[in-house]
């Protein structure tokens, strides 16, 4: 009987599926399995003897590569951003591959493309020839209120985005009061303590000097913390 088990193959991840071809005969595999087919899942050589119904016998050979699919990740410096904000910077490993999607130029996504969720994705091919992709997924808001949701019950903070100038309104009695605000590096900028704040106190500050881009504000309020995101757009 006639038997080719096919050229000697390479593929990336997943099984190559080997069949001794010949019906009715009993099937003898390198690795002692005697079924008609066999799986290769992992690199390496594999025969098959097979005997025919007449009891004639043959054998074939193949080499079968199987390479590892690459293991991709991906992350972005905010995944939940408004329209006004800078872009966002993703990174993905290993280094060297691309990313695609709707505003991304390089390995920035431009959030004015509009309120929406958007899935950039990032796609890594390796030296044999093997490709991964990983992504991350970005919410983008109009982020048009006035108050923060994460402030909660404590505070408005408006106009956001805002030139630099904004105003913070109290809407309870503090006692004392503590407000830090860092840009994105963590760098302070603004820093102010103040004692029996009351109720409806309206606090202005003025950033107009820093750079446009996000900035974090934390409230300290009689041990009560809030953080909340500022967007200065001139």
């Known amino acids: ?3 080719y088990l096919g050229a000697d193959t390479t593929q990336c991840g997943g099984a190559v599926v080997l069949d001794a071809q010949i019906a009715g005969g009993t099937y003898m595999w390198s690795d002692s399995s005697t079924s008609q087919t066999l799986s290769a899942t992992i690199s390496g050589v594999y025969w098959v003897n097979v005997v025919d119904a007449n009891g004639c016998s043959t054998a074939d050979t193949i080499s079968v590569t199987i390479n590892a699919i690459p293991t991709v990740t991906a992350s972005a410096s905010d995944l939940t951003v408004c329209e006004l904000d ?3 910077f993703m990174v993905g490993t290993p280094v060297g591959g691309t990313w695609s999607g709707t505003s991304v130029t390089g390995n ?5 493309i509009g309120s929406g969720t958007y899935s950039p994705l990032y796609t890594y091919t390796d030296a044999n020839g093997c490709t991964g992709t990983a992504g991350v997924t970005i919410v983008v808001s109009e982020c048009t209120g006035i108050t923060e949701n994460n402030s909660g019950s404590l505070m408005t903070l408006y106009p956001n985005p805002n030139n630099g100038t904004f105003n913070v309104l109290f809407v309870a009695d503090i006692s004392q009061l503590q407000i830090t605000i860092t840009d994105v590096q963590g760098k302070s900028v603004y820093t102010s303590q103040n004692e ?3 109720a409806q106190s309206l606090v202005s500050i003025d950033l107009s000097n820093e750079a446009n881009g996000i900035y974090l504000m934390q409230v300290n309020a009689d041990g009560v ?3 909340t995101r500022i967007s200065i757009v001139k």
């Open 86 to 88: 800078g872009d966002v």
């Open 1 to 3: 009987p006639t038997l």
């Open 196 to 198: 029996n704040v009351s």
């Open 108 to 112: 920035q996504f431009d959030p004015s």
């Open 225 to 227: 913390k809030t953080t």
